[in-house]
């Protein structure tokens, strides 16, 4: 039994194309992020969501857009995608937002072409 | 922005040796959090430590948080090679955004 969930585990595709990574948590947290792993292992929080409302949105470009269709999914949307979007990227869930303890799904490691 | 810094970015030891990384906020923290990441892994929660000047342990590893809730450092005793990975510790900042910042990281390569 997974607790948070990530799809697909790998995603390749060429520049200027429009993807989406979804996510799933089955632990009834109300909090979902989505952060950005770069190659040098930063780890940034990109957006969080709080029972379905957008609370944390970092400088992230508007081509991103994160979609919480209901509290258990935290969905992110690429639009034109860019070589400097490739990294892994984390969906993480928390009991509530702050100082919780953060799950973290397996990750997507986005390759732009 | 609020910066949490980590050094060292690399340590690589011989098995059986200790291993400390430390943690540093440019701001007050409400909490700290230490979480380990496996090569090709995801981060895992170790620990969180509240107050200020507070030290938790677990087996190997010792935590601690400083008397100004700015910094922290973990410690692994007697390395073995399933400690390694990277090692994030991650601050609460507290106020309207009550957001976890993310250190930069140490990444720990142990020699068997």
């Known amino acids: 039994d997974t607790a948070v969930s990530q799809t697909p585990k790998y995603l390749v595709t060429q520049m200027g194309n429009d993807k989406s990574i979804k996510c799933e948590q089955n632990?009834?947290?109300?909090?979902m992020y989505w952060y950005k792993q770069d190659s040098k292992k930063f780890l940034k929080i990109m957006f969080s969501?709080?029972?379905?409302?957008?609370?944390i949105n970092e400088t992230v470009p508007n081509r991103f857009s994160p979609k919480s269709p209901d509290k258990a999914h935290l969905n992110l949307h690429i639009n034109s995608l860019e070589l400097g979007d490739s990294a892994v990227y984390f969906c993480?869930?928390?009991?509530?937002?702050?100082?919780?303890?953060?799950?973290f799904g397996p990750g997507t490691r986005l390759t732009v072409l | 922005g609020q910066q949490v810094m980590q050094i060292p970015q690399y340590q690589h030891v011989q098995e059986g040796e200790d291993f400390t990384t430390y943690c540093n906020s440019s701001?007050?923290?409400?909490?700290i959090q230490w979480y380990k990441q496996r090569p090709g892994g995801h981060p895992v929660f170790l620990i969180q430590?509240?107050?200020?000047?507070e030290v938790k342990k677990q087996k190997r590893l010792t935590f601690q948080f400083g008397e100004a809730k700015k910094n922290s450092s973990l410690h692994i005793t007697a390395t073995q090679t399933t400690d390694v990975g990277t090692y994030f510790c991650a601050g609460l900042r507290g106020g309207a955004t009550n957001k976890l910042i993310f250190g930069t990281g140490t990444l720990l390569a142990v020699q068997p």
């Open positions: 993480a869930s928390s009991r509530s937002g702050g100082g919780d303890t953060q799950y």
């Open positions: 701001t007050t923290l409400s909490n």
């Open positions: 430590l509240v107050k200020s000047g």
């Open positions: 632990l009834g947290h109300d909090t």
């Open positions: 969501y709080n029972n379905k409302e957008l609370i």
